[in-house]
């Protein structure tokens, strides 16, 4: 059974007036309308498509890519609403319907709101909400300390924000652990620092330990090579000056520096980072 809300690679079994008909393993056929057809696909080929319900609420393929797939969620736009709900736009034909009941708060048209869309049991629509809480759990974790993560950020708070983990936890970056603006909306990868014993997911956009060092020493030469050899922040400099020119904290800058010093790569005074053996580093003046 093709389930709307997800990619599939389908065989083009037949040409029609209205499209081609796309195939399963198991012999279910889906309709990709003539919109979307190319002359140099044709039956017996696959194809990649995406399952949703047409205006009918009939299954029907698309090439386009949506924002999100069911069970995900998303940073939308609102673009019409009634009585029962509102319509939010994320990337195919027919928009996103938000029913009244799965509203956190109002829905103003023109502004955007973080979704998750999922399958309706019932009507077998794909259907979004506001309630995040309804699907975002955090009981049983599925994500260890030290993992990579995917990110949405979602919501701002007195010390930091909220974000959206891997589709299915609520996690929390804090604003001493972020050193580069960041939206509600952002995609990012992120880094598990703990799990709290009441199952909270603490995070950080940097990575940790060795590899943040290794990474950020590689920012390093790639700043100081883009500037002739030289930046004009060292040791001494305050975390945001450091910061302004090399967006890293200044924890961070002062280990990459460590690490490039004693691999011998740069030198540094009072006010200056230099790369050695570097005929376009200015001298001082």
């Known amino acids: 059974m093709l389930t709307p809300g997800q990619y599939y690679t389908l065989t083009v079994s037949r040409n029609t007036d209205f499209g081609q008909f796309l195939i399963d393993d198991d012999g279910d056929e889906i309709l990709l309308p003539n919109r979307y057809v190319t002359d140099h696909i044709q039956p017996g080929d696959p194809i990649e498509v995406f399952v949703y319900t047409d205006s009918e609420d009939r299954p029907v393929a698309t090439t386009e890519k949506p924002f999100l797939l069911a069970g995900q969620a998303a940073y939308l736009e609102a673009v019409d609403k009634t009585i029962h709900g509102a319509f939010f736009r994320w990337g195919v034909p027919k928009d996103l319907f938000v029913p009244i009941r799965n509203q956190v708060t109002r829905i103003d048209i023109g502004k955007k709101y973080v979704v998750y869309m999922y399958v309706d049991q019932i009507s077998n629509r794909l259907t979004g909400t506001t309630k995040l809480n309804a699907f975002l759990r955090n009981e049983e974790i599925t994500v260890n ?19 959206v983990v891997n589709n299915k936890h609520w996690g929390m970056i804090y604003t001493n652990q972020i050193f580069t603006p960041v939206e509600i909306g952002d995609r990012r990868k992120a880094y598990v620092t ?35 050899g030289m930046l004009p922040v060292a040791d001494k400099s305050g975390p945001e000056e450091v910061y302004r020119l090399t967006q890293m904290s200044k924890k961070v800058f002062k280990r990459a520096a460590g690490t490039l010093l004693k691999q011998g790569l740069i030198e540094m005074d009072e006010k200056r980072t230099i790369l050695k053996n570097n ?3 200015p001298s001082e003046k």
């Not at 060795?210 to 883009?226: I, N, P, Q, T």
């Open 145 to 163: 300390p030290g993992d990579e993560v995917d990110i949405l950020i979602a919501l701002k708070n007195p010390f930091g924000y909220r974000v």
């Open 194 to 228: 703990r799990i709290t014993e009441d199952n909270r997911i603490d995070l950080t956009l940097q990575k940790q330990g060795f590899e943040e060092v290794k990474d950020s020493a590689g920012k390093l030469l790639e700043l100081l090579e883009a500037g002739g």
């Open 279 to 281: 005929p376009g580093t």
